[in-house]
């Protein structure tokens, strides 16, 4: 019987295998972790508080499908988040950078007069990317896009990737524009909300399917082989797919070189108090080693008597030291990355799906989407 065999539980992963299995075929999930959920894991720490080890995680999408989809594995709770940078000390802005931050900022009168040229100039309710701003044709406009850049920007990205916003593209730097609005949440997408029981609960339950097997603590390097242009699993060549989520150099055995991605460390801290900071977010824009700290409890709107948070370190990459969290998108390291993916059109029953595998920078819902799409071309091939 032909085999389905997909590596790595997280989003992507997850979701062909319930697919897969919702259309009546056979599949196997291995992860080389002991959880699901890739980095959208998350579990109860010793004081009962819902933690992402892995990072903070928010759902937020503007795909309709994508929301419809999950949600027949999760309730939701209502969850828009809103970001704060620590510009100076004791004075917190919103990110992304808007007209309420930058009357925090400069003098009132000031204030009002770029209001006045930002509206004129770009628009009421307008987001523009920084790099856009600081390039705009009006010089007042380039002069606060300035302003932006070195008070929200410029640190952080270099704490965060090494580089400067300039040497990143677009897919980066784009997440996050200035706002011409008072507008103050984080994301401004159709949908955005928490999993009632989390991440992993969510996760559970696609999985949870009689068609699925799951094997945790498996490193697909030690079940699967490749040949010259065939696939082996368990040494026997591979009579059916694999579809594949993790690291596209370590499948390949680095046969073209290490790709670089960009690690993260994180120091997390019982507080001995409800709340700890004003926002679930503080982002460190111009001082301090980490990028931002997280409380966990303002997730889930529960005041308890401690509070968690966790300070993220942005760190290089070291293969078989930490885990390669995000691709880092510049167009030297998308070159390298193609030279992997026509390596890999020789396996005709080799699909690369996800963060890792197809070395974008995406988001759960995006993961989602792209795992669907795959799941209907596969189909399609097969008709
Ligand atoms: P992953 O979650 O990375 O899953 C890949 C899985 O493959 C892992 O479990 C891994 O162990 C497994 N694997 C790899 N290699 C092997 C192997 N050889 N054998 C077996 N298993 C293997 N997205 C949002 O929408 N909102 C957010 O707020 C958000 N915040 C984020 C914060 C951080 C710090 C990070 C790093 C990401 C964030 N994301 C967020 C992005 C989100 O994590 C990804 O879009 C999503 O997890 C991608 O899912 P995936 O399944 O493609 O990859
Ligand atoms: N960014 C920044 N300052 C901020 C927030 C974001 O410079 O206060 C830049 C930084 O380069 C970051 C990118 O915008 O990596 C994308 O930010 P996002 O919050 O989307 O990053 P993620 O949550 O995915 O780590």
Known sequence: MEKIIIVGAGFSGATIARLFADSGKDVIVMDKRDTIGGNAYDCYNKND???????????????????????????????????????RKDKFVPVPFNLTSLFMLY??????????ILIDEIGLDKKVPILQLKKHEN?????????????????????????????????????????????????????????????TELIRNMLCHPRIK??????????????????YYKDK?????????????????????????????FKFETIKKPSYQPSAVVNYTTSHKYTRITEFTKFTCEEKENTV???EYSKPFKRGK????????????????????EHAKKYKNLYLLGRLANYKYINMDIAVKNAMELFDKINEIEE
Request: with cysteine; hydrophobic share 35%; glycine share 6%.
């Open 322 to 341: 930490n885990i390669p969290y995000y691709p880092i998108p510049i167009a030297k390291n998308i070159a390298h990355y193609q030279e992997y993916n």
């Open 139 to 199: 010089a007042e406009v380039r002069k606060f896009g300035d302003f932006v850049y070195k008070n929200i920007f410029y640190i952080y990205t270099m704490k965060q990737w090494g580089f400067k916003p300039e040497q990143l593209g677009a897919e980066v730097m784009n997440r996050v524009p200035v706002y011409v609005s008072y507008e103050d949440r984080y994301f401004t997408d159709e949908f955005q909300y928490m999993p009632k029981e989390g991440f």
């Open 49 to 87: 508080i819902l933690i992402q080890p892995y990072g903070p995680h928010i759902f937020h999408t503007n795909e309709k499908k994508v929301f419809e989809f999950l949600s027949r594995f999760t309730e939701w709770t209502k969850y828009e988040h809103k970001v704060l940078a620590a510009v």
């Open 107 to 116: 003098p009132n009168d000031k204030a009002e007069r770029i209001k006045k």
């Open 214 to 231: 799951l094997k945790l603590g498996t490193d697909a390097n030690k079940e699967i082989s490749l040949g010259e242009d065939k696939i």
């Open 237 to 265: 060549e591979l009579d059916g797919m694999l579809i594949y989520t993790g690291c596209v150099d370590e499948l390949f055995d680095y046969k073209f070189g290490v790709l670089p991605y960009r690690s993260l460390k």
């Open 309 to 311: 948070i966790v300070k």
